[in-house]
Every structure is written in C-alpha cells, then in structure tokens.
C-alpha cells in the first residue's frame, strides 16, 4: 500500500525502478516530473522480481526501505510497495490495473518512462494495452530515439501528443516525450564503488548512505 496523502479523485504518475539503490537522479527525475504533470502525487515503486533482468542484489524490502529514506519529507513522492505485495514477476500492466481499480476511471495516471525503456516496450507483457489504463510519459536518454519503422514505431506514432495541455484533459491513451535534467549517475556506478571502498557521499542522500553502511549492502 502506498504511504502518504491520499490520491483518490487526483492523477498520479508513476515512476518503477529497481532502485538498487535509489540515487539523487531518480529523485531530481521524479521530482522534475511531478512539477511537470502537476499530479497529486508520484508514485516511485520497487521492482520485487524484475521480468527483464537479473533479480537485484538488495532484497525488495530493503530497496523499499532505502527508497522511503531517500525521499524523506517531499510531500509529492511516495514509496510505494504495491509490487511487493504481489508473488512472481513484477509486470507494469499488472500494476496499473491494480492502482485503476483503486482510483477509479477519471483521474489520469502517467506511466513514466525514459526513451531507452521505450525502445524494448514491445518486449512487455500485455504491452500494446498499456496506454488502456495510462498515459506514458518519456523522458528522453542520449543516444536513443523513437523507434522508426515496425510494430512499435506505429502504435507511438497513433499515440503521440506533444501538447502537454491536450495530455491533461483526458485520462489515458497518449504518450508524450519530455526532457529533464539528467544526472550522470547510475545504481550500478554506486555499487561498483562501495563494492571497491569508495565513497558515495552526494551520489544518493545520506540517509540512504547510512542504510547502505548500517546493513553492510553492496559490499
């Protein structure tokens, strides 16, 4: 269950990761984004057991923990555990169906996404009905674009908005590309440090330090 001020009747952008561990790029990202979309609320959620990939090697509860440290007190982000709370892999669609159903048709969710997941979206489970409960939200990544030919390349081009105004009014159903500040650092950069004795200090906030050290991870 999501901690924090309730969503029901507003929208909500939704930011999944594996968060292994969260760093201060995901949260100037996630931050970025609910300034942008002007949501009650963004939701940052855990991966318990990625589809994709290898499965992290902090267990999910002790990614959760170091992401609600990281967020601290900003009102508009909220660790969410909604994919722990589910067995098996963790799939997107599953989770938008779940959070529909808890706040009903109106409000809008945004799913969002960088450029570089955009590009595999086709590899997801149930992935051409993910727009039937979303809108999806890309920020763009060097190095990558929009697909150009193919399956996927059409179903974003029927999709895409570039009028943010037009995005807010309805519910679901579009995908509109955005470009936020990114921050050149990555989980497995910060895991390769500890791993070598390195400090990380400024890299993810010091409360998560703190967790990291406490619970000797990464090491």
Sequence with gaps: MATGRSV????????????NPVHNGHLRIAIELAEL????SLRMIPCALPA??????????QRLEMLKLGIGRQPQLIADDIELCRDGPSYTIDTLRAI???IGDSPAIYLCIGMDVLA???????WQQLTDYCHIVVSSRPGYQLPQSGLLADWISARLCDDLQTLKQSSTGKLHLCNLTMLGISSTAIRN???????????TPAAVVNCIQ??????
């Design 8 to 19: 029901n009747n507003m929208s909500v952008a939704i930011f999944g990761g594996t968060f």
């Design 37 to 40: 979309l002007e949501v009650d």
């Design 52 to 61: 994709h990939r290898e499965a992290p090697s902090a267990t999910p509860e």
């Design 100 to 102: 529909r159903a808890q």
């Design 120 to 126: 595999s979206l086709d590899s997801w489970r149930d």
């Design 193 to 203: 440090k500890i791993s070598t004795g390195e400090k990380v200090d400024y890299l």
């Design 214 to 219: 406490q619970q000797h991870l990464y090491e």
